[in-house]
């Protein structure tokens, strides 16, 4: 019996090794600026990150197409820190919070992010990328910051021609009839809020807010004195002004129950409340203006205190998709011009490549 086991150890031991073999086996080698390999455990790695998005396995020839795209992004970003193309990382943080802010409608700093997904999901932001794109925070950043460099780099290349690519005033004008019930304001108003952080003396907190709160209502001190004393270094508080949907992601986004900000939506123009509790600060909030739903005109303004209007907004968009498609097909074209024997060395082709890419099938 011993003998049948140590058997059975040795085979696991063998058969783990041999897939740990398999997972370094080069495929392919980038020469462009440096020697960079392409490993079977990289590739892999990012076709979970398509196969996670796109909810099922990825065929042999999928994972060849992910291989060949792989290559083309490592020989563009070789090319584009050649050519001393950087970006700083505080970009990258600065990039991957509009993307996190724009999907929940709110916009929000990373901790907060991190603490609105742990309140409603349980789970930390760690988590959720690695459940929905197959990498955690600092890899999901690595991730953007290469795209940038790269995307970068394809603009440095092609500024003149990218900047034709604009729409028409009649392509403007049929993507608002096109899309015209999508135009729509919903209920919102802007509300200025003070919150005093409870640290470790909750009671100091409490009463430097209703100090604030009284400061206020006796219009001793106005919004804009109190927006900018809250940015003085040790100030002990935060205060500003911002406008909200009448949305469950706004609500979330400031802390606040739902069911509570619709109580404040019910109230008067000029409405302060009185000092409120929550888990973490003590806050008070004011209406300064409100705004009701309707569907917007072409050349009314899309949001409330800005001056971009219907047509501005749809002739910003448009242009991004078409320069997006722009670059995409500038990068496609200086992939097919770097992707040269002398740069590119295919490890692994025909039978032996289909065999390590096996995996999962």
């Known amino acids: 019996m011993k003998k049948i086991i140590l058997s059975l150890l040795i085979f696991a031991a063998a058969f783990g090794m041999a897939f740990a073999q398999s997972d370094i086996q080069v495929l392919t080698v980038i020469k462009y600026n440096k020697s960079e390999s392409i490993t079977v455990k990289q590739l892999k790695a990012r076709c979970e990150t398509y196969q996670k998005q796109m909810g099922k396995k990825l065929t042999l020839d999928e994972k060849k197409m992910v291989l060949k795209s792989l290559t083309e992004e490592k020989l563009i970003l070789q090319a584009a820190q050649k050519a001393g193309i950087t970006i ?12 996190m802010s724009q999907q929940i409608g709110v916009n929000v700093t990373e901790k907060e992010l991190n603490d609105l997904i742990k309140n409603s ?3 930390t932001l760690d988590e959720l990328l690695i459940q929905q794109a197959g990498m955690n925070v600092a890899e999901y950043k690595n991730y953007l910051k290469n795209q940038l460099i790269a995307q970068q780099y394809v603009l440095s290349l092609n500024q003149n021609e990218m900047q034709k690519a604009v729409p028409s005033d009649e392509e403007i004008r049929l993507f608002y009839e096109s899309n015209k019930s999508s135009f729509v304001w919903n209920d919102m108003m802007k509300m200025f809020i003070v919150l005093v952080p409870k640290g470790n003396n909750p009671e100091a907190a409490r009463l430097k807010t209703n100090d604030l709160l009284n400061k206020f209502v006796s219009k001793k001190v106005t919004v804009e004195q109190l927006s900018v004393q ?5 100030s002990g508080f935060q205060a500003g002004e911002m406008i909200l ?5 706004s609500a979330a ?4 129950p739902y ?3 619709l109580k404040v939506f019910a109230q008067d123009e000029g409405y302060v409340s009185e000092l409120q509790e929550t888990k973490d600060d003590f806050r008070f909030i004011s209406v300064s203006k409100k705004y009701a739903a309707k569907i917007l005109a072409i050349s009314d303004i899309v949001q409330p205190d800005t001056t971009v209007t219907v047509y501005d907004y749809i002739r910003a968009n448009l242009t991004q ?8 097909q500038a990068a ?3 992939a097919d011009d770097l992707n040269k024997p002398e740069y590119v060395e295919a490890k692994k082709t025909g039978a032996a490549l289909d065999k390590l890419l096996e995996w999962g099938d």
């Open 259 to 261: 069911a509570n900000l």
């Open 253 to 256: 986004g400031i802390g606040m």
């Open 321 to 328: 998709q078409k320069q997006m498609v722009f670059v995409q």
């Open 332 to 334: 496609q074209k200086l």
């Open 230 to 234: 809250s940015q003085a270094e040790g």
């Open 245 to 249: 949907p009448k949305t469950e992601a």
């Open 121 to 123: 999901q349980g789970i």
């Open 88 to 99: 700083p990382d505080s970009a990258v943080d600065q990039y991957f919070m509009q993307g």
